[in-house]
């Protein structure tokens, strides 16, 4: 960065963070192409051609949905497109994006009940079972697969069978597990799934990618409360590419072209090779956290995300200072806790481009190095061993 003054700051050499995340050289290649206008047949084919190309990646028949926003805003859209106010809707909250989408919910639904766990856990089936036999009207259900302030997966297909079975529609957050292990809108069985290109996907943030099933469309239409003309409004855009109308307002061009190179390098790569190396890259992580005499946030480590590591904050050490310590000795960023888990936890990404076994190392050596600053010598050697051990079991 030369335009903007960053005063003392030095630009960081290595970025873990939860996302957003450091782009592939591929998307920033993309993104560099010339921003063509939105009513030229031209953008419109490409414009289609993502779309579809998205769908490949989502593995749905039916074009994905591109929102010009992103995934928090997208994920607000979906409440209000899909939740009319006669709807019971069952939130599921084991994180701060799980207990957040209940309030976008309350605006529109006629009632919101919620199943909520601690925050390093994750939500049990049996639990949702037992919401639909006390009231089986539950319309909606939401769910986050990879709640990434704390790091943990919810059994999304467990969870999906269950509202299939009771003929209720399930969203299904998937914006920082998708591309970074299997997970699919078929897999959960999702009538609304969301994703977007800046977390594992390693784009830029801006965009979202959407699987909507035909119940789910239904209900939206059906849906008197449904916003039109608004940047809230999922329909709006279906018609856009359903019926060859005008886009509601000009797309993220140079966004759509990032979007593009980050798609098709996911599939270009193979999607099985992308997850592979996300998983490697969380063991190794996992393993070297352990051994350095840290512990996971996680309450049991097979709930553990592949892209991200939740590690539990020491007492004596405060989130901030450590953060600083790893940026100011070697330039590599961590993400802190967010809301109710910040203070408690910090996080290593494993994200894109530094879904890398080799972050691994990188990550256990900087958090050794700051540790060591704030007066709290870690096992760095021992940290390594079990990293590098993985790396080395891992090879297939
Ligand atoms: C990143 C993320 C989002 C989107 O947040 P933005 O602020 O729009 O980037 C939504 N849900 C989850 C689980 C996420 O990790």
Excluded at 95 to 124: H, L, Q, S
Excluded at 306 to 328: K, N
Aim: charged share 20%.
């Amino acid at each position: 960065m030369t335009e903007i003054s960053t005063a003392q700051l030095k630009e960081p050499v290595i970025t873990l963070s939860a996302g957003p995340v450091t782009c592939y050289p591929r998307v920033l290649q993309g993104m560099s192409r010339t921003v063509h206008y939105d009513y030229d047949p031209y953008f419109q084919e490409a414009y289609e051609q993502i779309a579809k190309r998205c769908a490949e990646a989502l593995r749905i028949a039916e074009p994905a949905l591109i929102l010009q926003c992103e995934p928090a805003p997208a994920i607000e859209a979906a409440a209000a497109s899909l939740i009319g106010n006669e709807d019971l809707v069952l939130n599921l909250a084991s994180g701060v994006y799980g207990k957040g989408f209940g309030y976008w919910a309350a605006r529109t639904a006629r009632r919101v009940e919620e199943i909520e766990v601690p925050f390093n856990e994750a939500i049990d089936p049996a639990a949702v079972e037992a919401a639909f036999k006390a009231h089986p009207e539950i319309r909606v259900v939401s769910v986050v697969h990879h709640d990434t302030p704390s790091g943990t997966l919810n059994p999304v297909a467990e969870i999906g069978r269950i509202v299939h079975d009771r003929g209720a529609l399930l969203i299904v957050d998937a914006v920082s597990s998708f591309a970074g292990m299997p997970i699919h809108p078929k897999d959960c069985l999702a009538d609304v799934f969301i994703t977007g290109p800046g977390k594992c996907l390693g784009g830029p943030p801006s965009l979202s990618v959407l699987a909507v099933s035909e119940p789910a469309w239904a209900h939206m239409e059906a849906n008197p409360t449904a916003p039109r003309a608004s940047i809230l409004s999922l329909l709006d855009w279906k018609e856009a590419w359903r019926s060859g109308k005008d886009f509601p307002f000009t797309p993220s061009v140079a966004a759509i072209n990032g979007l593009e190179a980050a798609i098709s390098g996911y599939l270009e790569e193979g999607p099985e090779a992308v997850w592979a190396r996300h998983a490697l890259t969380g063991r190794a992580c996992r393993a070297g956290i352990k051994a350095m005499g840290l512990e996971l946030w996680a309450a049991q480590e097979e709930i553990a995300a592949p892209t991200c590591t939740a590690v539990t904050l020491p007492e004596e050490i405060e989130s901030a200072q450590l953060l600083a310590a790893a940026r100011r000795l070697f330039g590599v960023v961590f993400s802190s806790g967010v809301a109710n888990t910040e203070g408690k936890l910090f996080r290593i990404g494993h994200m894109g481009p530094v879904a890398e076994p080799i972050y691994a190392a990188v990550a256990i050596a900087a958090l050794g190095g700051a540790f060591a600053t704030l007066g709290k010598p870690l096992d760095v050697a021992a940290g390594q061993a079990a990293v590098l051990a993985e790396i080395v079991a891992g090879e297939v």
